[in-house]
Structure formats: structure tokens, C-alpha cells
């Protein structure tokens, strides 16, 4: 059984924090993917990566890097967070050539 | 790149009925379309897929369609239940070999008992 897990279900950060959120896959997956959920705008991709070190912007990169040092640990960082940034944050994995991706509990993150 | 379309954005309907979330996609090269739930206040669970070389899949009262020259999929519910009340997102997958998902925005599906 698959299992991706977050190191937060909540978080609550002030304006100009930095703030990591941390993802674990326990299944050896290639791919691991950083969305953030508002309600009525659906899952955007803020980043991905398909490999230790590798990373690629997805739609919404601004304001977010990301750190894969190690296969089963993909972090999303926020280097000065904003009201904005404020949402619910999912990562998911997949292994390359499934195609199926599995997602995390998620991260209610709220900036004040 | 790819534009997921969702419609409706709400959905609510009588247990028993069947429910019906209708998809459209940009990208002509998109291959893969799987579709999610998530119950409130829980991560997004795949449901059922569909791949490019196939029409239709079934899976108990869950089925799926596509239509590759309208560039358009659906999702179908019969006998829905109360606990079919979910968020439901369709999602494409991206043309380049990168394998992105695209999401729609969601359908939130109430069935009324």
C-alpha cells in the first residue's frame, strides 16, 4: 500500500516566515509533485520532480522553491510567506510509467 | 498546454439517481484521464482511469467515457448513494512525455437521501 505522508496537517506562520512543508514516500516513486487546492480554482502544480535533484516549475512556481535531496523526500518552500499563500497544499507521487498518483493528507497552511 | 474543463461545479441529486460530471481537454496528445474523489477534509482517491486506447471502462456503478475526437470524458455514477457525496476532479495528462496531470476545478456532488 502506498503511503505518502506530510509533516503537517496544520500550520499556522506569520507574513514573512519561511515555512517548509515536508513530503515522505515510502514506495521508492521516481515522481513527487507539490499542488495547492482553493476551493473552486482545483489542484494547480506549483512544482515537480522526477528525480534526486531534479525539478521543474509547474503552473504556479512563484513564491515556492523546492528541495529533493533524497528519492523519498520532496519539500516545498515558502522563502517569505504571504497572505496569499494561504490554502491547502497536497503532494503526490507516482511511479514512473503508472501513471496513477498518490496523494499526501495535505497541509492546511494559514499565514497571518 | 493543457486546459482541463469541469462541468458542473456542483451536482445534486436524489439517492438513486445517477449522476453524470462531464471533462474537456486541450491537448490532443493528452493520453491518460483518471478521475479522483475526495471527501471532505480528506486527500483525493482515484476512482477509475482511462486511457486513450479505450472508449468506455466500468467499475460496479462507477463507469467512464471518452471521446478522443471531441477531446471530452466523463464520469458516471448510477444508483448514487449518500456516501458518493464527494469533490470529484477529472485531470489529463500533459503531451511531452512529462506526464503532468492537468486538473479540472471540481464538481462537488451532494446526494440527497
Known amino acids: 500500500d502506498v503511503k505518502v505522508t506530510q509533516s503537517s496537517r496544520y500550520l499556522v506562520k506569520r507574513t514573512g516566515e519561511k515555512v517548509f512543508l515536508e513530503c515522505v514516500q515510502d514506495?521508492?516513486?521516481?515522481?513527487m509533485f507539490w499542488y495547492r487546492q482553493d476551493p473552486g480554482l482545483g489542484l494547480r502544480l506549483i512544482y515537480f520532480?522526477?528525480?534526486?535533484?531534479?525539478?521543474e516549475k509547474g503552473d504556479i512556481p512563484e513564491g515556492y522553491s523546492v528541495s529533493r535531496e533524497k528519492k523519498e523526500r520532496f519539500s516545498l518552500i515558502l522563502e517569505s510567506a504571504s497572505t496569499n499563500q494561504t490554502s491547502m497544499y497536497l503532494c503526490?507521487?507516482?511511479?514512473?510509467?503508472?501513471?496513477?498518483?498518490?496523494f499526501g493528507p495535505g497541509t492546511r497552511l494559514l499565514v497571518l | 498546454g493543457e486546459n482541463v474543463e469541469q462541468h458542473p461545479s456542483t451536482l445534486s441529486v436524489q439517492e438513486g439517481d445517477s449522476a453524470v460530471i462531464k471533462c474537456t481537454y486541450s491537448?490532443?496528445?493528452?493520453?491518460?484521464f483518471p478521475w479522483y474523489k475526495q471527501e471532505l477534509g480528506k486527500r483525493p482517491q482515484l476512482i477509475i482511469d482511462?486511457?486513450?486506447?479505450?472508449g468506455e471502462k466500468k467499475d460496479q456503478r462507477i463507469a467512464v467515457t471518452l471521446n478522443k475526437t471531441a477531446k471530452h470524458f466523463s464520469l458516471h455514477i448510477t444508483e448514487t448513494q449518500p456516501e458518493d457525496s464527494a469533490v470529484y476532479f477529472c485531470?489529463?495528462?500533459?503531451?511531452?512525455?512529462?506526464?503532468?496531470?492537468?486538473f479540472g476545478k471540481g464538481t462537488k456532488l451532494t446526494v440527497n437521501p
Open positions: 520532480s522526477y528525480d534526486v535533484k531534479m525539478k
Open positions: 482511462i486511457r486513450s486506447n479505450v
Open positions: 514506495m521508492d516513486h521516481e515522481n
Open positions: 491537448d490532443s496528445a493528452s493520453n491518460y
Open positions: 485531470a489529463a495528462s500533459g503531451q511531452g512525455g512529462s506526464e503532468k496531470l492537468v
Open positions: 503526490a507521487s507516482y511511479r514512473q510509467g503508472a501513471e496513477t498518483q498518490y
